[in-house]
Structures are given as structure tokens and as C-alpha cells.
């Protein structure tokens, strides 16, 4: 399973090159072009591989011709008579064999420590924000007071003058 799921990957790879060119000649004319295939950088390889991951197909243990896994899903299953058909993962397809564990509640068999006490980001949108990070559970607001120096100065000769500032933050942690 996880050479045909690396398999995917460089076929993701593969499938996200770009061709990118360069004239040469004399005053940017171009005499001379060439042209070469680029390679995709970490975050489109990654988002495109997130994408694949959301639809995972998941498979049973038993391997099939090279890397091609068995599929248990509804949704490749056909019926012929009363003969199941199964059809083998595409080249591009990630494949599971377990259900992903739920990392919102703890698990310490698993080593999942869970969401609970973690701190998030009320105004994010993104993985940080209190809304997909707390599971639905809700948040806690509280306001921390940290105590810091700051507009610090040289003092000539040979000492440094800071005030201490004193701000008060909210800080919001996973229910």
C-alpha cells in the first residue's frame, strides 16, 4: 500500500510540471530558446496531494498485481450476476487500509493527545482556527497579562535602559 501511495505522489509530481522557457539573443530577441520542464513546488504538490487524500479509497489487505490494491469501498463495487467485480486502484488514487483515527478526542494507545487545552486562533480561517481545531466543542477565552521590556535604549557608556510595558492579551484554548 504505501509504494502504490508513493507511486501516487510522484505521479503527482510528474502530472503538476510545468514547461518553462527562456529566449536568448541579442537585445532579448529570440534567436535561441530553451526549454525545460519544472519541477511543482512543496505546497501545489502539496494542496493537489491533500485533495487526493479527502478521497481516499479504502482497500483490503490482500494485494493484487504489483501495487494495485483491492477495492472495498461502495462506490467501485459492480455486480455481475452474483459475482462481485473489483477493480484495481488507478495509478494517481490514494489508498487506506484503516479508517483514520479521530484526533479530536485523546487516544493514548494511539498516541493522540487530542485537541482539549490546545490554543487556537478565534479570527483565523485557516488550520489554526478555534472552529475546525476545537472539533465543534467550543473555546475558553481568557486574558493573559504579560509583563515585558520594551523601548529599550543605549545609555552611553556601556549600559542599556528599558521600560517595563505591560499588555494584556486573549488567549483562547479548545473546550
Known amino acids: 500500500m504505501n509504494l502504490h501511495n508513493n507511486e501516487a505522489g510522484r505521479e503527482a509530481v510528474a502530472r503538476l510540471m510545468k514547461m518553462q522557457c527562456r529566449c536568448h539573443g541579442v537585445s532579448g530577441s529570440c534567436e535561441l530558446k530553451t526549454c525545460w520542464r519544472s519541477i511543482p513546488t512543496f505546497p501545489v504538490v502539496g494542496d493537489y496531494l491533500k485533495g487526493k487524500y479527502l478521497t481516499t479509497l479504502r482497500f483490503t489487505h490482500k494485494k493484487m498485481r504489483g501495487s494495485r490494491w483491492r477495492d472495498s469501498s461502495r ?6 450476476g452474483r459475482r462481485k467485480r473489483r477493480f484495481l ?12 483515527p479521530n484526533y479530536c478526542i485523546q487516544n493514548p494507545k494511539k498516541g493522540i493527545l487530542g485537541t482539549h487545552g ?12 478555534c472552529d475546525l481545531l476545537c472539533c465543534g466543542r467550543g473555546y475558553n477565552t481568557q486574558v493573559v497579562r504579560y509583563v515585558e521590556r520594551c523601548h529599550c535604549k543605549f545609555v552611553w557608556c556601556c549600559h542599556v535602559q528599558c521600560k517595563t510595558c505591560i499588555t494584556n492579551v486573549d488567549v483562547h484554548t479548545c473546550k
Not at 490546545?118 to 482556527?129: E, I, L, P, Y
Open 118 to 129: 490546545r490554543f487556537c486562533n478565534k479570527t483565523s480561517n485557516g488550520a489554526d482556527s
Open 89 to 100: 486502484a488507478e495509478k494517481d488514487e490514494l489508498v487506506h487500509i484503516h479508517k483514520s
Open 75 to 80: 462506490r467501485r463495487r459492480k455486480r455481475r
